[in-house]
């Protein structure tokens, strides 16, 4: 269907306090270095009560009230209400939030019917196009946020807030944060910024090695994105049909199940078995003692493991398991504190190193993974509900520069994991017909259907 959404206005949300002077700068750490990406784009979708015939009437309020508790939310969160300042701080001028108010020209329920990821890129505030061409998004706000009202009194919010200062876990503390103000929680959520102290920038050399890493992980052609649901219930069968396999997680278990079936796209479209590797960003938070990094420490607390296969035999699901889980498994407590310590600077160049030789090689399949299970993004309540859906950005067409990318999403109901996977387009065709994959996979689903009990 033909979505058309035309921006009524823009203006910037301020914090409700202004930032004390010795707040002024705030500098990044060394980790947030590591990911080069300046936006990971999400979008929250609330469907209109087909009970509440007054839902419409109601826009105008609830607008007003993401405003106001926006600006409350930017005075815990300062460094999100100032802008970029080269690669090295933030100036938390209070200059506040790029706020933008959108009209949709369809009702919410029949886009997300079927809806296309394609047009997903109109519901955010920032022209992903653009900034990729120019490379840079300093002297641009850090917190971009697109409110888009459907024609039925369905709201859209799409974010795109600085990835230098957030990664999954620290967006899902911001909307906690962001949503606890907007329904008066008589408890807040407080962001911790400990970061900086934990991994500080001492020279740019993890920025020149991260986009060295990356850049052999880009490649050219046309993308596509498509969407993989695996319910709980055919995970449970994965599991039970495949010994040793009973320890492992969700998120392992479907990374593995995608990347066996990776693998047989490429010895589809060359004929033989050729080596891959996949790499897995690992949230450090959770390898940390509590007192020393906090559940809801803000930037890029992360790590990239990698596991891969060497050989031109097929692997079963077994084996791809078992390389996944020990590849995140030797993130711990003890790494952690060496990637702290003196050690921690060539343990860096040793590990991005080794991804951008294996990614640098033609005959070598690379697959990136990015899980945002767990945080909690579908208990996003500003007071009128929680959303329906929640996405990510499907790749766009003019984009001609990317990389094999699959982000794993909860399901509303927490009974599934979505798969959003993006890959070039011959690869994706051979993917979307495995058999294999498609006994345990639903392939783009209706977000509302996945929104209702199986």
Known sequence: MKVEVEIISREDIRPSSPTPSHLRVFRLSLLDRLIPFPYA????????????????????????????????????????????????????????????????????????????????????????????SEGSNSGTHVTNIQVNIFECGGIAIGMCISHKILDGAGLSTFIKGWTERAKDCNQLTQPNFTGPSLFPINSSWLKDLSMWMWGS???????????????????????????????STRVEMVSSMLWKSLMGVSKARFGTQRPSFISHLVNLRRKMDEALCPEHALGNLLWLTAAETVDDNEMGLEELVGKLRTAIS??????????????????????????????????????????????GFYEADFGWGKPTWVSCVGSIGSVSMFMNLIILVDTRLGDGIEAWVTLKEEDMTYLKANPELLTCATLDPSPLAMSSVA
Request: glycine residues 6%; charged residues 25%; neutral net charge.
């Open 330 to 375: 030797r993130v711990d407590k003890e790494f952690v504190e060496e990637l702290k310590g003196d050690k921690g600077r060539s343990i860096m160049q040793e590990s991005l190193g080794a991804i951008c030789e294996m990614g640098s090689k033609s005959e070598v399949d690379y697959f990136g993974f990015s899980s945002w299970c767990n945080f």
């Open 41 to 132: 784009p999400i979008i929250l979708f609330y469907t209109s009560p087909k009970s509440n015939t007054n839902y419409l009437s109601e826009v105008p309020k609830r607008l007003e009230l993401l405003k106001k508790s926006l600006s409350e939310t930017l005075t815990k969160f300062y460094p999100l209400g100032g802008k970029i300042k080269e690669d090295l701080s933030i100036e938390c001028n209070d200059e506040g939030a790029n706020f933008v108010l959108a009209r949709v020209k369809c009702p919410l329920d029949e886009f997300l019917v079927q809806p296309e990821v394609t047009v997903l890129h109109k519901f955010i505030p920032v022209d992903l196009v653009d900034l990729a």
């Open 217 to 247: 992980l880009f490649k050219q052609g046309k993308w596509v994105t498509r969407r993989f649901l695996f319910r709980n219930s055919a995970i449970a069968t994965l599991k039970a049909q495949t010994p040793g396999t009973e320890n």
